[in-house]
């Protein structure tokens, strides 16, 4: 009796030990429970040539061939409907279209076929989010290009409304040629380094927002009040009417004067010009328009780049 519970006490240890050994592997490596979970299924029967198929270099060159193509397509698709504005839709460009979505498609179910839903758990998981969005754009966008199409298709105004449905998702073309950054490693190193800035580069421009902000209503009340009366100033009347031409137009209300003060540090609006108005009212409001734009060039470009670098 005794060796029958010794044996039942040393097998429970070996089983702790084991789990324990386990534990310090897996929660050694940066995985997921998904990619746990992942690695230890065992794929089926049917499973098996469709991984093979996946991985190997001719599905993947092939398929990296139709990207590259559907790109230039594309480009050439964009450039013919510029050219031929209010056209009828070509049947040749549409059916080769339809070929890219069904091929787009086949690749899709064959990697979900191959790796079932747990695809989107592994480490390629935000290029199966991008494929999965490409794939229904682009069926979406077949579903409502085919009726204009047909022989018989409905009225008139039944195909304007679709065609102004299908120039919005006609945007989501752009989607596809972001799918050549998947097959190009230095590209790839590059979307993934600029993935990694994103969170920084969002509270950097919430700041700037802020700082934009305040500004703007400083400068929005300036205006107001020399607009007001801009009698009151010791300006010739020459200088008096090339600012009542300036101020509403880029200062006379908080959204206006936002977008310029904005235009200003990006380079879209020559700050000099303004500053130079803001400076007749007084010589303290131009030494403050200065000090915003240094302010923002000096102080918040270097906050923005500065993360940028450091995880570079």
């Not at 752009?174 to 969002?202: E, H, M, N, P, Y």
């Not at 200088?239 to 200062?251: A, Q, S, T, V």
């Amino acid at each position: 009796m005794w060796e029958v519970l010794l044996d039942r006490s040393q097998l429970m240890v070996r089983s702790v030990v084991d789990y324990q050994s386990w534990a310090r592997r897996t929660d050694g490596e940066d995985v997921s429970l998904f990619q746990r979970l992942s690695r230890e299924a065992k794929p089926t029967w049917w499973q098996v040539p469709l991984r093979r198929l996946v991985r190997s270099w001719v599905f993947e060159i092939f398929f990296a061939a139709v990207i590259f193509t559907n790109s230039i397509f594309i480009a050439y698709q964009v450039e013919i409907a510029a050219r031929n504005l209010g056209s009828k839709p070509d049947s040749v460009l549409f059916l080769i279209a339809s070929a890219y979505t069904f091929l787009f498609t086949f690749e899709w179910i064959v990697r979900i076929a191959a790796w079932g839903p747990r695809v989107f758990c592994g480490e390629d998981w935000h290029w199966m989010a991008l494929d999965t969005a490409v794939v229904l754009s682009s069926l979406f966008e077949f579903a409502l290009e085919l009726p204009m199409h047909q022989e018989h298709s409905s009225s008139t105004i039944s195909n304007m409304r679709l065609l102004r449905v299908l120039r919005v998702a006609k945007v989501t073309r752009a989607l596809r040629i972001v799918r050549v950054v998947k097959f190009v490693r230095s590209l790839k190193s590059l979307l993934f380094c600029i993935g990694r800035t994103i969170r920084a580069l969002a509270w950097s421009a919430v700041l700037l927002m802020l700082i934009i902000f305040v500004f703007g209503l400083i400068f929005t009340d300036i205006t107001t009040e020399f607009l007001s009366n801009p009698e009151n100033t010791n300006l010739s009347q020459k200088h008096i009417e090339e600012m009542l031409g300036f101020f509403p137009e880029r200062f006379g209300g908080l959204e206006l004067s936002m977008h310029t003060l904005y235009a200003s540090i990006t380079g879209g609006f020559t700050w000099v010009e303004a500053r130079d108005f803001f400076g007749k009212i007084s010589l303290v409001w131009g030494l403050l328009f200065e000090a915003y734009i240094a302010f923002c060039l000096f102080a918040v470009g270097r906050s923005v780049c500065a993360p940028e670098v450091a995880l570079m």
